[in-house]
Structure formats: C-alpha cells, structure tokens
C-alpha cells in the first residue's frame, strides 16, 4: 500500500466515519487522523483498515471499529496531564489513540500473546507513555491507581467494583455493559469531587466478553 493512498483512506475515514456522524473534538479527529491503523492488524487485512468495522486480531479478539474508538475516546474527555487505564489492549490500537492525548497510559490484556506483540508494537511506533501489563483487568491495577480516566474495551456483565475504587474524583469511565455476548449498552460513569458516582447510558455496542476472573 503507497503512503498517499493509505494515508487518504485515512482522511476519508476522519471525515466521512467521524466527523459527519457527530465527533467533534479536534484533538480525537487530529489522533485517529495522525495513528496508523493499518500497522495495527495483519498485513493481509490492511486494505480494510480504514473501513467502518472491527477486524479480527486473533485469540478470537478484535480491533474495534473507528467510530466507537473516536466515540469512546471524545466521552472521556481525556487531557494531556491524565493517567488513563485501558482495560482490553488488544492490538494496542485504542492505546496509540489515548497515548496522543494523555499523559500515560497503563493497558491490561489477559492474553499473553496480544499484550507482548501490542508492547512491542507501540513502541516500535514511538508510543513510549503505555506500560502494556499482561493481567486480567476485571480488577484494575491497583498498583498505579488511582486513574483520572478508565476506558474498558470489552463487555462486562456488571459494573467492576475494583475499577470503580480505581477511578479518581472528578474521573469519567466508560464501559460497555451486558450480559449477552456481543450485545452490550456503553456506560458513562463519573465521580464528582467528593467521590459520588453518577452513571448514564450511551450507545449500543458489540463488544467481546470481558473475563472477570
């Protein structure tokens, strides 16, 4: 794939993906705009990088559609002194996103597999601000909590209590919420600065199931 070419289906997809289906926030369009998502999937799978839907990236997971990664991003309202915890690396794609806005990023993948390559991945491509861990993020990283942001990539039965304890005052957390496969509604959740918890409903999803083991 020449670079001018990868580089208008990227355009195109910044305006006729995002733009027109109502994000607005020029610092989320100048990312999805800026971050390969070609170099994010299997070479056999780059000329659909850009389209308008999720790509398998193996072990049964996928590389969410552009849209609902523009659309989870501009929700967190993410700024650049932010600690932003990514539940769900996958591909490290959502990561690259969050890693141009943010000050660092902490991303937990369960597969051992995904967290190594998307580690490597993103720092091939110079995104040095996320620490990939390899753990089951149903129970956050306690470690370098709390978060001003926690954004999780996979569809959870419930509410997890441990990311909740995790997310600091005055955060926003979004997360996709259901209990069939594939078939979730994304929550907006935020705490106030003394710690209370507002929860609103957002849009439908698809997510892969999050483990909460």
């Known amino acids: 794939m020449h670079k001018p070419f990868i580089e208008n289906m990227r355009k195109d997809m910044v305006e006729n993906q995002l733009r027109q289906r109502g994000i607005t926030d020029d610092r989320v369009l100048d990312a999805m705009g800026d971050v390969p998502r070609h170099l994010f999937v299997t070479e056999d799978l780059r000329d659909e990088a850009y389209m308008d839907g999720p790509l398998p990236i193996g072990f049964g997971q996928t590389i ?3 849209y609902i990664v523009a659309y989870m991003t501009e929700v967190l309202k993410v700024e650049q002194h932010h600690s932003v915890l ?6 490290g794609y959502q990561a690259a996103i969050l890693s141009t806005l943010a000050r660092n ?4 993948e369960r597969i051992k597999e995904l967290a190594e390559s998307a580690q490597r991945r993103l720092q091939e491509l110079g995104y040095t601000n996320v620490d990939v861990i390899n753990t089951n993020g149903w129970h956050g990283y306690e470690k370098k909590a709390p978060y001003d942001r926690i954004i999780v990539t996979a569809g959870a039965k419930k ?5 909740l304890d995790q997310l600091s005052n005055n955060g926003i957390m979004i997360i996709p919420v259901g209990k069939i496969m594939f078939s979730q509604t994304l929550r907006i959740i935020s705490k106030d600065s003394n710690g209370n918890v507002t929860k609103q409903t957002s849009l439908p999803v698809r997510f892969v199931r999050l483990v909460n083991k």
């Open 64 to 66: 969410s559609q552009p």
């Open 86 to 91: 990514e539940v769900g690396t996958g591909c």
């Open 105 to 108: 990023i902490v991303s937990l």
């Open 159 to 163: 509410i997890s209590q441990a990311l």
